[in-house]
Nanobody, 115 residues
């Protein structure tokens, strides 16, 4: 059983920054991929960024250069640093962990970019 708990969402003005955090607990194995997806109202869930246990990263094109995904030293935490936020970044952001071909999701944290 895997539990993912996100924190750090909120309201931010356009051009601002936010940092999301996700802590994983339970049966976490050393080889996995963690990361973030997001879902805006009326849209499908989409990739934001992922990072492997070997620290290889993958970003959606629209997030490259603005967002940075990283893992904590204990490898059971993942962060998303978001800069130059735009109104179209408004969405629920979900923490993600994939191990043994099984996807695990957090409950989501709301990010709203508005003036």
């Amino acid at each position: 059983q895997v539990r993912l708990v996100e924190s750090g969402g909120g309201l931010v003005q356009p051009g601002g920054s936010l940092r999301l955090s996700c802590a994983a607990s339970g049966s976490i194995f050393s080889i996995n991929t963690m990361g973030w997806y997001r879902q805006a109202p009326g849209k499908e869930r989409e990739l934001v960024a992922t990072i492997t246990s070997g620290d290889s990263t993958n970003y959606a094109d629209s997030m490259k250069g603005r967002f940075t995904v990283s893992r904590g030293n204990a490898k059971n935490t993942v962060y998303l640093e978001m800069n130059i936020l735009k109104p179209e970044d408004t969405a629920v952001y979900y923490c993600y962990l994939r191990q043994f071909s099984i996807d695990n999701w957090g409950q989501g944290t709301q990010v709203t970019v508005s003036s």
